[in-house]
């Protein structure tokens, strides 16, 4: 079970929506600094752990401050992400340039940050030389294909087009060393929004004997390996969050079983994982326009899938909260609605909601992670203002909203 409080009570809620134009994402900075604590700590026994926070997650400068004030980095994967996270005062290795199908400039400018650059496929050793030179620190992404299966959400990695293959894995290594790289790292995602830790620790596992076989066939030693992203939340209140300290400790029997025989200690293990740092501590605050009952009952919201795109995209859940009727019976089945011209412009459909009238506050939950920053302008909609609830209770604007102007800015009549 995961609880789904909102970090304001009722009355403070309301008035915020009241003062603050709707609709808007509000991100908790107390329980998003705590949870990256939790997170840090849980494997406080790996030597140099860190989490290079996927900055597409919520790519917002104020938050990539406060997570590296925690001790993380910036996972990035574009030029736009690189400057953010400079812009945060997030440099060299403290970022991990993981990218694919990559433009010179790109790596260029990553190399110019001494950046960690993960190359995504063999041929990119040739484009990075070209562009920019082999850095002395180099890693690529590992794809295991058939080897391992990923979950439903990634899909089969021999269907993914990231990453370089078992067999290709040998020969990329051997031609960044003979190009000159004298430090070498290991990266793999394969997994997105999972629930079910023994899927981490099979990565773990996955990457140690990767680990051993570069040492074995090449003489490679890795500095670290990255477990990437894709721990997921508890979308729904029935889930359960994973227990990261249990996958830490099965992680570190595998550790001593694989690393630590093989003469590989020590070795650093990372992540860079985005939703399961930020995604729980984000809210969409928005209002209820209109309630219209046609073959079914409608909750017409002032905010759309400009503001959050998972429930359309992917009919992924997000839990609804009507604020100030926690008491009332949820005895009403709505589909939540926003207001673009498209069908699958809804948050929630037949959900169980005490009864709705115009002018309810209702937040979602979940939105801190892959919520904003999936937005767009489609139907020419404005996407939100984003707040920080600040550790002393204020409230402090980290994006205003759009405007008409911003929209047209590109226009060239
Ligand atoms: C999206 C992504 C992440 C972060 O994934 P989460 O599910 O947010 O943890 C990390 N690494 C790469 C390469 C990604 O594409």
Redesign the pocket.
Known sequence: MSNKNLPLGDKEMRTLADTLETPFHLYDEKAIRENARAFTKAFSWVPGFKN?Y?V??CPNPEILKILKEEGFGA?C?SLPELILSQKAGINGEDI?F???DTPPEEFKKAYEMKAVI?LDDITHIETLQKAAGIPDLISF?YNPGSDRTGNAIIGNPVEAK?GVTTEQLLPAYAKAKELGAKRFAL?T?V???ELDGTYIVETARMLFSQAIRLQEELGIRLEFVNM?????IPYRPDQDAMDLLWVSSQIKKLYEEMIVPAGLDPLRIV???????T?PYGYLVSRVRHVTKKYKDYVGLDSSMANLMRPALYGAYHHITVVGKGDVPANHTYDVTGSLCENNDKFAIDRQLPEIESGDVVVIHDTG??GHAMGFNYNAKLRSAEYILQEDGSVRMIRRAETIDDLFSTLTS
């Open positions: 290079y996927a597409k997650a996972d994967s991990m993981t990218s694919n993960n992404r990231y990266h995602m997994a997105s929004n990437g992203g894709g721990i997921g992540f860079e994982c985005g939703r399961m740092v995604g992670a892959h």
